[in-house]
């Protein structure tokens, strides 16, 4: 079809086209990144955290002025709650994934280097930890009974012992050592003694993302002894029987140590996980909503304005059939006339897009918009701009050539 009358009639209409124009850009360009960020929340929600969720239960507990020995009451606690029915297994740890603290450092692969390599989360935990949690072992070993060291000795100030090994995440071993085999390897973190590593788990997130998404699989683990004072109570359970064991345990632990309390953010994980993607979800079906609605709104801005143009136009299509043309070549018309209008507002869209995703990688640290977005945002703005037009188009392309020129 020739292009060139179509392009004549916009020039008449140089305001109603501009408004179209300017309607698709701005669609195009919200609707890139807002789909782009939609997706990068479902994959955020869908991260494997490493552990096995629906089994395990979360129980921090506090002393009130106690004077005795923390770490034989713990060992104590553990005894009693891996002896409770429907425990699988019981470790205690510094921090737990959707939790509001995290234990950090730098990550160094010789004593002399000045700048990390990479920085991690640290888990401080006995043996147990990677059953309790069900982390999944894709190189090497767990720790030793004899590795595991007393935190609370490790840190009084003359002591000379030193972290004997340590287990890291695969996305932590694949920064510090791309391509090779890290086990074996050493790592330096605190202080200038090398930490060997001994195992590699498949996935471990850290508590939280305040370091930023892209290392939040780094996570390494230390074989310490954690006392309750400075850790919480983690448990493996029969999923069916969480409630029963949670209201046991936290029995147990009070009676056990009566001069102690019960945390108030003692949970199940599972129920921790849906709390802590509370916000991504709301933020996925408010960006689904902004996303139909702008929808939405441009293709009523182009049903209107096509309705509009066969309105003023009806002399011009009367004029046409009664010269021969048809029904399909007046509706071809009106859909070339939108595709027009449509690809000059996608292609203005396309660059707001890209300057839109650059001021939200400044102001808020958000990764780079992927330019398959681009196209997937172009078709899908084509495929409404035709769908939108085509009630007009085909209204247009049913006016009887007689009545049009009586109504000249």
């Excluded at 106690?66 to 205690?92: C, F, H, I, Q």
């Excluded at 309390?261 to 916000?279: F, R």
Aim: charged fraction near 20%; proline fraction near 5%.
């Amino acid at each position: 079809m020739d292009i060139l009358p179509i392009l004549t009639t916009l020039r008449r209409h140089k305001t109603a086209a501009a408004l179209i124009v300017f309607e698709v850009a701005l669609t195009c360009a919200i609707i890139c990144n807002a789909v782009f960020l939609i997706q990068s929340r479902i994959a955020r929600m869908q991260r494997p955290s490493g552990m096995v969720e629906n089994e395990l239960l979360r129980i921090e507990i506090n002393g009130i002025n106690e004077k005795g020995d923390s770490s034989a009451l713990t060992r104590s606690d553990l005894a009693m709650l891996r002896g409770l029915p429907g425990v699988k297994a019981v470790t205690v740890s510094n921090q737990v994934r959707y939790g509001d603290s995290s234990w950090n450092t730098g990550v160094r692969l010789t004593a002399e280097q000045k700048l990390p390599t990479a920085n991690a989360s640290n888990y401080m935990a006995d043996a147990q930890f990677v059953e309790t949690l069900g982390l999944k072992l894709v190189a090497g070993r767990n720790f030793k009974p004899d590795e595991v060291i007393n935190f609370d000795e490790f840190n009084k100030p003359d002591a000379k012992s030193s972290i004997p090994a340590t287990i890291i995440s695969r996305a932590l071993a694949e920064q510090l050592f791309p391509g090779q085999d890290p086990i074996g390897k050493n790592v330096y973190t605190w202080g200038d003694d090398p930490i060997p590593v001994v195992g590699v788990v498949e996935h471990l997130l850290r508590p939280n993302e305040s370091n930023g998404l892209s290392t939040a699989g780094n996570s390494m683990i230390y074989p310490f002894e954690m006392s309750y004072n400075n850790g919480l109570y983690l448990l493996r359970v029969d999923p069916e029987r969480r409630q029963e064991i949670f209201k046991a345990a936290s029995q147990a632990l009070s009676r056990n140590g009566p001069l102690r309390i019960l945390s108030e953010k003692n949970d199940t994980i599972e129920h921790m996980s849906d709390k802590y993607k509370q916000t991504d979800r709301s933020m996925v079906w408010l960006l689904s909503a902004v996303c139909i609605a702008l929808l939405i709104v441009t293709a009523l801005g182009i049903v209107g304005l096509a309705s509009f143009w066969v309105q003023q136009r009806t002399k011009q299509i009367g004029v046409r059939r009664a010269l021969g043309a048809t029904r399909g070549q007046i509706l071809r018309y009106f859909q070339t006339e939108n595709f027009l209008l449509t690809s000059i507002g996608i292609v203005l869209g396309m660059a707001l897009a890209f300057a839109i995703n650059l001021a939200l990688m400044k102001y808020y640290e958000l990764p780079r918009l992927p330019a398959v977005y681009l196209p997937m945002g172009a078709l899908c703005l084509w495929l409404l701009g035709q769908f939108a037009v085509y009630g007009p188009a085909r209204r247009a392309a049913m006016v009887p050539p007689a009545l049009a020129t009586r109504s000249a």
